[in-house]
Structure formats: C-alpha cells, structure tokens
C-alpha cells in the first residue's frame, strides 16, 4: 500500500475540500497521514474540544493526524498572522523528526502561505519520497495582497524563495488556470498541472431563511472580509430600488465595518444574516434569483477561481461577478451571468440592474451551462483521477 503524508494549515474538523480527498485516497488503496495544527478556522483560535498542546495524534476514520502548537488570535493581527506562519514551520519541522512511520508521497497544500512547504520539504528528504505541492494562493502576489509591502528587496528575497520551494518539488498542482503561467516563469522543467477544487455533496438542510418572493433576491455566502469588496456593492444599493434586495450570509472581519456602512446610509434593501452553517447554504442559493460573487481587483486575488464557486454552479443561478481575472473568465465565457467592474460603482449598479432582466429561457440556459460546468471542469472524480496518474 502506497502511503502519502499530507501538510496542510486546515484539516477536519475544518471543512474544506481536501477532507474529501483524503477519503477518496483511502479508498482508492492509499494510506494517508496528515500533519497540521489544531483546528482554528476561520476564528483563529483553538475549536472547543482541543487544547493548543505542544503536539499530539489523532486518529480520524483510520488516518493519524499529526498536530502541533501554532499562534492563536491571527484573524486581525498583521503580527500574529505572521507568528502564525512561523509556527507553522517550527511546528511542523519538529514534528517531522518525531515521527516513525515512512511516506511515498508528501502532498503539500498550499491553502493561504507557500512556508508550509517547508516541513513538506523536510518530510521528503527524511522519508526519501516525492513532493508535489498543490498551490491555491499564488505567491508573491498573495503576500501583498494580505498587506505586505512591495519593495524591491522583499521581491527579490520572495522570488528566490519561491524558486527554491518549486525547485524542490517533483510535481506542482495548480487551482486556476492563471496560475500556471506565473509558475512558469519561476520554475523550469517541472510538471505543472491543472487540479481545481470540486463540488462536494454535502448533507443538505431547510434553512430558517425565508427571502422574500416579491422582490428580486441577489444572495452572497462566504466569508466577509476586504478582498470580498462587499463595500463597494453595498454602496452601489444607495442607489438601487427597494424591489432588489442583497442578502449577505456569512461572517468575517468586516462584518461590523459592513453593518455600520448599511446603518449610516440607511439603506433598506441589504440583508445581513449572519454565519450559517454548510448544510444550509444550498438551501439559501435555491430561494435566490441571482448570486453575488465579489472580489477586490488585487493582482494576488484576482488569479485565484474563488472556492465558492462550485456552490453556486451547483445551483444553476445567474452569477452577478463583481470581479475581474480568473472570476469574470469563468462566468464570461460560460455565459452563466453578467460581471461589473470591481471598482466602479456605477457599474455595479448597471449590472444588477441587467441581471433583473435575465429572461426565463435564459436562466434556463444558465442552469444547463452551470451542470456542464460542474460535470466536466469540475467533476471531482475526474479531478483525482488525474490527481493519481500524476501519483503514479
């Protein structure tokens, strides 16, 4: 049996996709491992139920999970985020050298810092197997996007960074597109591969939430913080009729910001709703008449095929993308909706304005696209079918 140690920041009770993957993986003859911290996502601090101990396994459905310490309290906190990375590799460095099993494969995921590679890295040399990174966050462009200061000394030390984690990897996995390009130009004679996010079939619940049928419901899930640019929008509904409402589900740190925004302008046709949980959300997206998908134009965002995307193809609504890049290409060129200039609020308020006039025969044009989409691009069991060829 092939075995496959897996370094990743977010792991179950974490509910992301790469949980499915390990499922699929033990299924298809793999034993995989896995090598993380403690569940922290999104609120940055330790779930109920674990301590923030210097290390310790776990078993989950006959996986062992390898956790270790990490710095708490890094929503908000430029500091803290950047403690949290450090720990990560600390952590995860330590680690390594404790454990006693032996891999074939170490799989790191690079879902937010290109650091974790670095125990991955580690773990390939001791146990003498392949490394294949899978990139979500494209870096350099995702550490200015978080806020860090462009200069032309941090651009050479990220891009010599870079270079040597790519150098040391056997394949490198790719979630958009658009990454594969700047890859390229930082890494020679490396196998790089298109491996999206798939749509998973989660148990799905009634919601609570009753939208209301006479007016035109625009619905966006998913966490709210700055690169969701959900001022913007919000300030384009100032101007838009009562008979169109935005409802916002979800949290995130600019939540009060948002709420404050909506109260001071008194607008009446913006909904906050709050965190619900996944099982709800396909729920709420079918009660919808269109969904919003937003992101700020940042050169480190606007690569990335947002996450949430899967979600709303699965509910075959028109798609009002407030976005540009990898984004706008999906919807554009699938013709699953209509997409505005992420800077310009007139129009923003253009476009949700069009996407009321979306007719019936359209919308059911729009549902059909979005099944292809999810059958094909995103069909999970092609996905990792390609995954394992590359394994093997």
Not at 42 to 51: C, I, R
Not at 75 to 100: C, E, M, P, Q, T
Not at 258 to 281: F, W
Request: charged share 25%.
């Amino acid at each position: 049996m092939k075995k496959i140690l897996l370094v990743t920041q977010v792991f179950w009770p974490e509910n992301f996709v790469i949980n499915d993957l390990v499922e699929e993986l033990k299924k298809r003859g793999y034993q995989v491992d896995i090598l993380t911290h403690y569940p922290s996502y999104p609120e940055s601090y330790v779930y109920d139920g674990y301590k923030n101990e210097n290390r310790s396994v776990e078993m989950w459905r006959g996986s062992k999970i390898y956790r270790f310490k990490f710095v708490e309290g890094y929503k908000n906190s430029l500091l803290r985020k950047l403690g949290h990375y450090f720990s990560f590799v600390r952590g995860g460095y330590a680690y390594v050298d404790k454990i006693d099993e032996s891999y074939d494969y170490v799989l790191a995921c690079q879902i937010g810092t290109l650091t974790i590679a670095l125990p991955a890295i580690k773990a390939a040399k001791k146990f003498n197997a392949k490394l294949i990174l899978w990139i979500f966050d494209l870096w350099p462009d995702g550490v200015y996007a978080y806020g860090f200061k462009k200069t032309y000394v941090t651009n050479i030390l990220l891009s010599k960074f870079i270079k040597y984690v790519y150098s040391k990897c056997d394949n490198i996995f790719v979630s958009s597109h658009m990454f594969i390009s700047a890859v390229k130009e930082l890494v020679q004679n490396k196998e790089i591969t298109y491996i999206p996010n798939w749509a998973i079939d989660p148990v799905q619940k009634d919601s609570d939430i009753e939208l209301d049928k006479s007016k035109f419901n625009i619905t966006f899930t998913g966490n709210i913080s700055r690169f969701q640019n959900l001022e913007n929008v919000i300030k384009a509904f100032i101007s838009i009729d009562d008979s169109i409402v935005l409802n916002i589900v979800g949290n995130g740190s600019k939540f009060n910001d948002l709420k404050s925004l909506i109260e001071s302008n008194n607008i009446k046709n913006v909904i906050l709703h709050g965190y619900k949980e996944a099982t709800y959300i396909q729920d709420i997206l079918s009660k919808s008449d269109a969904l919003l998908l937003s992101l700020i134009p940042d050169i480190g965002v606007q690569k990335t095929e947002p996450f949430k995307i899967q979600s709303y193809l699965r509910s075959g609504k028109p798609i009002l993308g407030v976005i540009s890049g990898a984004g706008e290409e999906i919807i554009t060129s699938n013709n699953i909706g209509i997409c505005a200039n992420p800077d310009n609020i007139s129009d923003i308020i253009d476009k949700i304005n069009k996407i009321t006039e979306i007719t019936t025969q359209e919308k059911l044009l729009i549902a059909k696209r979005s099944k292809e989409l999810i059958d094909n691009r995103y069909n999970r069991d092609r996905i990792i079918d390609n995954m394992i060829q590359y394994l093997k």
